[in-house]
């Protein structure tokens, strides 16, 4: 093997997602809607007429690599500024070097990663080198800009929406990767399309997530007789710890998953409800995306049998957005217990059923109970209780319903 010099070596040292991260727009993978042949950002980009804007998008969509290749492309002075370590102090000194530069020529522009971190009085800090054209400010953000960035810096910004990457898109990534003198292209690494296909499902639209793993997957490979490492399910698995969670190709799993959280709180089986919720979350997906199914439930399946159903789900809902992973889970988990131990009512919506694609499941709103002695949990788990209610406060109240649910089901079992 020809031997790297050392800035090769330094080079290689690098994160993958930092080595391959793209140069220009043609290298981009993703935001067709936003960069695509004629699209709004892309004229804006090519005819170098940015203004200040807000990136708003999942994590590893290209929010920051968007703001380099504009930074490239303009030919302006790029700064990178996180919200998590700077405070007024660094921003006012930043700002001034701006200013300075503007009186010479130079065209600054200055990223902020995860603005919505910064206060009131830090995004106030900024308002004045907008407004005078000293910075051309590109804010990066997970969150709603319209509720966590405040309204005058946010009329000064034009705010363009990232959506998490499709499937063959990060497969793309991923190949690039694998093939690319700039990733694994020297390795010659062998690999099968659908183990690039589970990685991507694992990634559930983040780039850099997908990047990283498939880096781990590359170094723990065995080798072929060639010295050449060799990707399989096996090792797939083993980096992801998510061996039954992967969401198969169509994505038909995912929803049979989402389908079964469903079914169980819908039946008044809140350990089975637990089960799928937790199979969904440890695959990957988004907390606010259940949060929103629940809400749906709360009206479609509970509705007026108790009305307290829908508020405490978009509690749940809030919880999920001021915390996220993984402490949202125990707010997820109050939320799917608490549909799936009230009375049920579909009088509000009555849902519409594909018996052909259902088929052997039974439709509790049909049965005058309200309930039936379907087994929720998978075969292999059935009979499991990862539920135990205490006699705490109202608590107290909900394990006596279970009670009463159990030995029901248990007395119509096989009927």
């Given at each position: 093997m020809e031997?790297l010099?050392?800035?090769e070596?330094?080079?290689?040292?690098?994160?993958?997602?930092?080595r391959?991260r793209?140069?220009?727009l043609?290298?981009f993978?993703?935001?067709?809607?936003?960069?695509g042949?004629?699209?709004v950002?892309r004229r804006?980009?090519?005819?170098?007429?940015?203004?200040?804007?807000?990136f708003?998008?999942?994590?590893?969509?290209?929010k920051?690599?968007?703001a380099?290749?504009?930074?490239q492309?303009?030919?302006?002075?790029?700064?990178?500024?996180?919200?998590?370590?700077?405070?007024?102090?660094?921003?006012?000194?930043?700002?001034?070097?701006?200013?300075?530069?503007?009186?010479?020529?130079e065209?600054?522009?200055?990223?902020v990663?995860?603005?919505?971190?910064f206060?009131?009085a830090?995004?106030?800090?900024?308002?004045?080198?907008?407004?005078k054209g000293?910075i051309?400010l590109?804010g990066?953000t997970t969150e709603?800009?319209?509720?966590?960035?405040n309204?005058?810096?946010?009329s000064?910004c034009?705010v363009f929406?990232?959506?998490?990457l499709?499937?063959k898109?990060?497969?793309s990534?991923l190949?690039?990767?694998?093939?690319?003198?700039?990733?694994?292209?020297?390795?010659k690494v062998?690999?099968?399309?659908?183990?690039?296909?589970a990685?991507?499902?694992?990634a559930?639209?983040?780039?850099?997530?997908?990047?990283?793993?498939?880096?781990?997957?590359i170094?723990?490979?065995?080798t072929?007789?060639?010295?050449h490492?060799?990707?399989?399910?096996?090792?797939?698995?083993?980096?992801?710890?998510?061996k039954?969670?992967l969401?198969?190709?169509?994505?038909e799993e995912?929803?049979?998953?989402?389908?079964?959280?469903?079914?169980s709180?819908r039946?008044?089986?809140?350990?089975?409800?637990?089960?799928?919720?937790a199979?969904i979350?440890?695959?990957?997906?988004?907390p606010?995306?259940?949060?929103?199914?629940?809400?749906?439930f709360?009206?479609?399946d509970?509705?007026?049998?108790?009305?307290?159903a829908?508020?405490?789900?978009?509690?749940?809902?809030q919880?999920?957005?001021?915390?996220?992973?993984?402490?949202?889970?125990?707010n997820?988990t109050q939320?799917?217990?608490?549909?799936?131990?009230?009375?049920k009512?579909?009088?509000?919506?009555?849902?519409y059923i594909?018996?052909?694609?259902?088929?052997g499941?039974?439709?509790?709103?049909?049965?005058?109970e309200?309930?039936?002695?379907m087994?929720?949990?998978?075969?292999n788990?059935?009979g499991h209780?990862?539920?135990?209610p205490t006699e705490?406060?109202?608590?107290g109240k909900?394990?006596?319903r279970?009670?009463?649910?159990?030995?029901?089901?248990?007395?119509?079992?096989?009927k």
């Open positions: 031997q010099n050392l800035f070596k330094k080079k290689l040292e690098e994160p993958l997602a930092s391959l793209p140069a220009n043609e290298e993978v993703g935001q067709e809607h936003l960069v042949e004629g699209k950002l804006l980009i090519e005819e170098d007429r940015i203004t200040s804007m807000v708003w998008g999942p994590p590893g969509v290209g920051t690599t968007l380099r290749i504009i930074a492309r303009t030919k302006a002075k790029f700064i990178d500024f996180s919200a998590v370590t700077s405070g007024i102090k660094e921003i006012k000194a930043v700002m001034e070097e701006a200013d300075e530069g503007r009186r010479f020529g065209k600054t522009i200055l990223f990663d995860e603005i919505h971190r206060n009131k830090q995004q106030d800090a900024f308002l004045p080198y907008v407004e000293a051309i590109i990066a709603n800009p319209s509720f966590e960035i309204s005058a810096l946010l000064r034009k929406v990232l959506k998490a499709e499937e898109d990060i497969v990534l190949k690039r990767a694998i093939e690319d003198e700039r990733g694994f292209g020297a390795r062998k690999y099968k399309k659908e183990d690039l296909e990685l991507a499902r694992f559930n639209g983040d780039a850099r997530m997908a990047l990283s793993t498939l880096e781990m997957v170094n723990n490979a065995d072929d007789k060639d010295g490492p060799k990707i399989t399910r096996e090792n797939v698995e083993q980096c992801t710890s998510r039954s969670l969401y198969d190709k169509k994505g995912h929803y049979n998953i989402i389908s079964a959280l469903h079914k709180m039946n008044s089986d809140p350990d089975a409800a637990v089960y799928w919720l199979r979350l440890e695959a990957g997906e988004d606010l995306y259940v949060a929103r199914r629940l809400i749906r709360a009206s479609e509970v509705g007026l049998a108790d009305p307290r829908l508020e405490l789900c978009v509690a749940a809902y919880a999920c957005h001021y915390i996220g992973m993984p402490e949202c889970t125990v997820l939320a799917v217990v608490y549909l799936a131990m009230s009375p009512s579909n009088a509000l919506d009555v849902a594909d018996l052909d694609y259902g088929k499941y039974k439709y509790a709103h049909d049965f005058e309200k309930i039936t002695a087994v929720c949990l998978p075969e788990l059935e209780e990862y539920y135990h705490q406060g109202l608590e909900y394990k006596a279970l009670e009463q649910i159990k030995a029901w089901k248990k007395e119509h079992k096989d």
